[in-house]
């Protein structure tokens, strides 16, 4: 299969397809053309219904499940991808975590940071020059440091800003090899699992948002994904969705 001008027919990877963001971003890939991997830790149904709909609508899908946070698993994720592609032309680290009942105090570091940059150095060598990483973050979290954090949300927001400044770092070697980063920054997203729980533990929190006007959608927010593996920006661009206060 091969890569078009206008980006279709490419190979893409979507960590954390199976739900929410990461979902809606497999969805849009595949109707633009990609062949899909749809990328989950535990929800394979959920994995199988995304790709099942990708391919209904005449897109390409395949559910790989693997948890980022184990390399074996990781690696044996990118295994499959070369064995069935023989190539990646966009990686498109959207899983996260680390709010999980039961998770140990580091794992939202192992996934947030480490994990993401382990799956770059699997990825590289399946990506030609042109290819794309873009991490998807949270305005929480991109902003760390710069903007109070909700207490329960801290170590996720310190672990993906974390994660953001080790693939950053990474910008030089992407780039002799002809890959580029960019970063997608969302506000609080409408419709997601965890505004709704925040909704219902947190109302202010929530409402606080909303004064600063309508919070994006996850459609919204997956379209600027789309559009940040398509767009011709210097590597290390980041687009922001929603929040203009915390632009200013
Ligand atoms: N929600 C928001 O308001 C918001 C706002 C701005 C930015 N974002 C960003 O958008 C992205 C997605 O957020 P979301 O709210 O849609 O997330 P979510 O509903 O919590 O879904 C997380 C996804 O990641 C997968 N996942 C979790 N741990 C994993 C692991 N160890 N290995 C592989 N996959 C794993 C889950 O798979 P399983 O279902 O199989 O466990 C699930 O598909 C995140 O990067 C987040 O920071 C979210």
Known sequence: ????????GRVSLVTGASRGIGA???RLVGAAGDAVVVNYREKRPRAIAVAA?????????????????DDKSASAMIDDISRTFGRLDVLILNASGGLERGADPDYAMRLNRDAQVRLVELAIP??????????????????YGQKPVPE?????????????DALRERI?????RG?????????MIDGTIIVRLLERRDPDAVSGRREHGALPTIEEFASVVVDAS????????TFYVGGEDYLS
Request: net charge negative; glycine share 10%; charged share 20%.
């Open 152 to 164: 329960d949300y801290e170590p996720i927001a310190q672990s993906k800003r974390a994660g953001e």
């Open 230 to 237: 398509l767009a011709q920006v210097e590597s290390g661009h």
């Open 179 to 187: 890959i580029t980063l960019t970063v997608v920054s969302g506000d």
């Open 53 to 69: 709909e990708i391919e209904r609508a005449g897109g390409r899908a395949l559910p790989i499940g693997a948890d980022l946070s």
């Open 172 to 176: 030089p070697e992407l780039l002799e």
């Open 126 to 143: 399946l990506m030609k020059p042109g290819s794309r990483v873009v991490f998807v973050t949270s305005h929480q979290s991109h902003f």
């Open 1 to 8: 299969m091969a890569v078009n001008q206008d980006g279709s």
């Open 24 to 26: 809606e971003i497999a």
